[in-house]
């Protein structure tokens, strides 16, 4: 046996070279974070989101890292959006090997009086859209030899807090449907994880970033001392998403500066 063999973690086989990543919600916050950091591992990386000049803003910076990337602009909630984001970006880079099902909304609440009309398209857009993704992508890999979801789920799949409503009953259900799938996929050469971040800073908490008071709040629930950014979340991504992975199935990787250690 070569000592080659025996080696899985080393840097070569976080090199995404070679592969084609598709990240929802790539034209800001976190899912840019993700992008930058999956096209800095060497993967022609496929942004898609809503707005045309924040996708073309950060394909451009994917060029600035060695890697030619390329957009599909869509809106989630479009059911035909839905249905044709897989094969939309098959079509546009001739094949897909990772999905990174990042996209999410949230909409705060006490459960109550929580409106039902948004309970439905909180768990529509956080759930039932990365499930319908995952499904396509997945019977692309599993006719092409194989590939690997990471879907971005939150500390909320863990634990709760009050008042965030739909959010962590969707968020439970990504962990839920991470693990459902790695099951059942495993041994056609597909890979389910996902990564759970704690507070990051962009436009989905932007209530916190605005006031000392909010800050504050910020910094106390968060043990290493700073507030989460958009660049920590990619590293996971990449791991999860390369061949240093590859037994790890069905798993969670928690990046929130300490905060679910308390
Ligand atoms: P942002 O609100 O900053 O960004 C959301 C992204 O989703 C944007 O790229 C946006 O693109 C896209 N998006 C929103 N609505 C639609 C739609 N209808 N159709 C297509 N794309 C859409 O969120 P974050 O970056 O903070 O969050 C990213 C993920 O990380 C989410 O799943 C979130 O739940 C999760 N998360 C975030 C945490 C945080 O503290 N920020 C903590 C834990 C998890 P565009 O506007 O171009 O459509």
Same mark, same amino acid.
């Given at each position: 046996?070569?000592?080659?063999?025996?080696?899985?973690?080393?840097?070569?086989?976080?090199?995404? !070279? %070679?592969?084609?990543?598709? @990240?929802? *919600?790539?034209? #800001?916050?976190?899912?840019?974070?993700? +992008?930058? $950091?999956?096209?800095? !591992? %060497?993967?022609?990386?496929? @942004?898609? *989101?809503?707005? #045309?000049?924040?996708?073309?803003?950060? +394909?451009? $910076?994917?060029?600035?890292? %060695?890697?030619?990337?390329?957009?599909?602009?869509?809106?989630?909630?479009?059911?035909?959006?839905?249905?044709?984001?897989?094969?939309?970006?098959?079509?546009?880079?001739?094949?897909?090997?990772?999905?990174?099902?990042?996209?999410?909304?949230?909409?705060?609440?006490?459960?109550?009086?929580?409106?039902?009309?948004?309970?439905?398209?909180?768990?529509?857009?956080?759930?039932?859209?990365?499930?319908?993704?995952?499904?396509?992508?997945?019977?692309?890999?599993?006719?092409?030899?194989?590939?690997?979801?990471?879907?971005?789920?939150?500390?909320?799949?863990?634990?709760?807090?009050?008042?965030?409503?739909?959010?962590?009953?969707?968020?439970?259900?990504?962990?839920?449907?991470?693990?459902?799938?790695?099951?059942?996929?495993?041994?056609?050469?597909?890979?389910?994880?996902?990564?759970?971040?704690?507070?990051?800073?962009?436009?989905?908490?932007?209530?916190?970033?605005?006031?000392?008071?909010?800050?504050?709040?910020?910094?106390?629930?968060?043990?290493?001392?700073?507030?989460?950014?958009?660049?920590?979340?990619?590293?996971?991504?990449?791991?999860?998403?390369?061949?240093?992975?590859?037994?790890?199935?069905?798993?969670?990787?928690?990046?929130?500066?300490?905060?679910?250690?308390?």
């Amino acid at each position: 046996m070569s000592v080659d063999s025996e080696i899985q973690y080393a840097p070569a086989r976080l090199d995404l !070279a %070679g592969k084609v990543a598709l @990240v929802t *919600g790539g034209t #800001r916050g976190i899912g840019r974070g993700i +992008v930058l $950091a999956m096209a800095a !591992a %060497g993967a022609k990386v496929i @942004v898609s *989101g809503r707005d #045309r000049s924040n996708a073309e803003d950060v +394909v451009a $910076a994917t060029r600035k890292v %060695g890697t030619e990337g390329d957009l599909v602009v869509c809106d989630l909630f479009d059911d035909d959006a839905v249905d044709t984001l897989i094969s939309d970006t098959v079509a546009l880079a001739g094949k897909l090997d990772i999905l990174v099902n990042n996209a999410g909304i949230d909409a705060d609440g006490p459960m109550i009086d929580y409106d039902l009309e948004t309970w439905r398209r909180v768990i529509r857009f956080d759930l039932e859209v990365p499930m319908r993704l995952s499904q396509q992508a997945a019977r692309h890999f599993v006719a092409n030899g194989g590939g690997s979801i990471v879907n971005i789920a939150s500390v909320l799949s863990q634990v709760a807090v009050a008042e965030a409503g739909a959010y962590t009953p969707a968020k439970h259900g990504v962990l839920g449907l991470t693990r459902t799938m790695a099951l059942e996929l495993g041994k056609q050469g597909v890979r389910v994880n996902c990564v759970a971040p704690g507070l990051i800073q962009t436009d989905m908490t932007n209530n916190l970033w605005g006031s000392e008071a909010g800050m504050a709040y910020a910094r106390d629930r968060i043990p290493c001392g700073r507030i989460g950014q958009p660049r920590d979340i990619g590293g996971a991504v990449v791991f999860l998403a390369s061949e240093a992975a590859d037994f790890i199935h069905g798993q969670v990787i928690v990046v929130d500066g300490g905060s679910l250690a308390t």
